[in-house]
């Protein structure tokens, strides 16, 4: 945080005669209003490490858990690595990102752990100290919708439930889209207004706001592929692969004359079923 | 279109000592700055009758293809209902928000069937007509994802994919997170900015902004609650209630020890997956 402008300017407005601070924080760009900014009262490397050892301590406790109450010890291992990026995405949406929700008014001047690294990473990008609407609005959503479907993904995959790959792939077409917006209303403000949120140095712009979302780019598409094959290959085996399962609108309608009506028996993969699997 | 206000103004600021219009159209907030801004030229009538008639035509020749050429002459009642929605949603995300897209500088001043539905439409969120970094960002997403993804989801009920209700129930995810977004996003910036982009006219607040919209709550929630279950049904039928598909990120790893390795039969459904189908 030693990047604190305090520009002076006069204007000639009748009103605004006397001198206008208009930057009192390291944030971009300059003119962003934030009247209670206080610099950060922790060193970066104290809140990094106590950030990163909470995650550290909530990821290998989710593990522990699942290994040893979820009776099923024989875990393969990249369902092991789902289960911390779950437990990972669920803690970040429901506590830090839930704080940013709850608590982004008085984020500038606070010095709790959350607030302080809240504040250093806005230094790529300042809508978190701004009460931006966009960034409240896919928090809330975040925090309400992402962070228990990533819990329920966690919980899913500990207790093989045929939920399972539904509740992955709709978290992660969610996180990919959420990544795609965020990313893109920072490229499009630059574009269309001319205002960049990130500070321009390496360390901000490609370290916080490139590289710390990034990982929400890669693995949920990881996972959506993992997701999407496990879900065709689960419809083959159910029903061949020219015919799907098939049901109304209404579940209290009939399935009149259609191979999955209730009294009918699925039948057997197919040659071309088995074929995928 | 007979909101238009032109409110005169003066300032004390000498760069500015002429008269200033700072409206010269309908759209709230007054102040938004829409320089081009020329009223339509047609009836809203007119314009709605044609884009109601395209419309038609275009969903009705979707389902008449999809019955003479999809192969499938009994496609369910509730089926035909699924594909009419996606051929909606493909028209209106590739070509009516594809022009949006594309054209969004010049619509406040073009007299195009298009503009002058995206004008009329405006009054009531008037991010339409200046190129808003949100709207352009999310509409960017739309054409490009939820587009070809709609089209794609009306070839699957055709074509009996495996991979419908993987696409649907992927769609009707974005389709709700987007609309969550678009109403919240408003509300936000009213909440946090008070600046509200719709005019407050019970047209143009409930039946544009709120009714037009509506249906993308509505029907993919409808939509993903069916995909939801026949999901859930196929893993169940597949491997049992208790038991799911599993493959590693990598497809190329091995399968060892699982049920669902390459060298498994698929195992017949249990009693309990038929109580469930």
Request: proline content about 8%.
């Given at each position: 945080m030693d990047h604190i402008k305090t520009t002076t300017t006069t204007t000639h407005h009748p009103s605004a005669a006397r001198a206008v601070h208009i930057a009192q924080h390291p944030y971009h760009p300059p003119h962003?209003?934030?009247?209670?900014?206080?610099?950060?009262?922790?060193s970066i490397p104290s809140i990094v490490g106590s950030f990163g050892?909470?995650?550290?301590?909530?990821?290998?406790?989710?593990?522990?858990?699942?290994?040893?109450?979820?009776?099923?010890?024989t875990l393969r291992r990249t369902d092991q690595l789902a289960l911390c990026w779950f437990a990972l995405c669920g803690f970040l949406h429901c506590f830090f990102e839930g704080y940013f929700v709850l608590y982004?008014?008085?984020?500038?001047?606070?010095?709790?752990?959350?607030?302080?690294?809240?504040?250093?990473?806005?230094?790529?990008?300042?809508?978190?100290?701004?009460?931006?609407?966009?960034?409240?609005?896919?928090?809330?959503l975040t925090v309400l919708i992402w962070g228990p479907l990533s819990i329920a993904a966690a919980v899913c995959i500990v207790r093989?439930?045929?939920?399972?790959?539904?509740?992955?792939?709709g978290l992660c077409v969610g996180h990919l889209y959420g990544v795609a917006l965020y990313y893109g209303t920072c490229y499009f403000e630059e574009?269309?207004?001319?205002?960049?949120?990130?500070?321009?140095e390496f360390l901000y712009f490609w370290?916080?706001?490139?590289?710390?979302?990034?990982?929400?780019?890669?693995?949920?598409?990881?996972?959506?592929r993992q997701s999407a094959a496990a879900i065709r290959r689960s419809f083959v085996a159910s029903y061949g692969p020219e015919e799907q399962d098939d049901t109304s609108l209404s579940p209290r309608e009939g399935n009149e004359g259609h191979p999955m009506s209730s009294?009918?028996?699925?039948?057997?993969?197919?040659?071309?079923?088995?074929?995928?699997l």
């Open positions: 962003a209003v934030i009247p209670s900014y206080a610099p950060n009262s922790s050892g909470l995650i550290l301590v909530v990821v290998a406790s989710a593990l522990v858990l699942a290994r040893r109450r979820g009776g099923n010890p982004h008014a008085s984020i500038p001047s606070s010095q709790t752990l959350f607030a302080q690294l809240w504040k250093e990473y806005a230094q790529s990008d300042s809508r978190y100290v701004t009460s931006d609407p966009f960034m409240l609005c896919i928090e809330m093989r439930s045929p939920l399972r790959h539904l509740v992955q792939a574009t269309f207004r001319g205002v960049s949120y990130s500070r321009p370290v916080y706001y490139v590289g710390f979302n990034a990982p929400w780019v890669v693995v949920p598409a990881l996972l959506l009294t009918v028996e699925v039948k057997a993969p197919s040659l071309e079923a088995k074929k995928h």
